[in-house]
């Protein structure tokens, strides 16, 4: 019975690992996917002020709707 008990427990901590590994995974390509939107091309150079600003907002729109999304227990499990 404790064999099978401890195997039960590893195989469930090996899916919440995995889980948790996924996550950051898609965390990761999400940072990534901002990162590149706000520093693609020079920010300080030759685009405009306006253009600038823009894509900055762009950017913390996804983050915020990335957040509201997976700040919700659901989208943990």
Known sequence: MLTAGFGVFIARL???VDRGADVLEHIAAAVDEVSR?????????SISPRSTNLTLR???AKVDDWAIVHQRPETLC
């Open 58 to 60: 762009n950017a913390l």
């Open 14 to 16: 090996e899916a919440i």
């Open 37 to 45: 939107s706000v520093f693609k091309g020079n920010l300080m150079g």
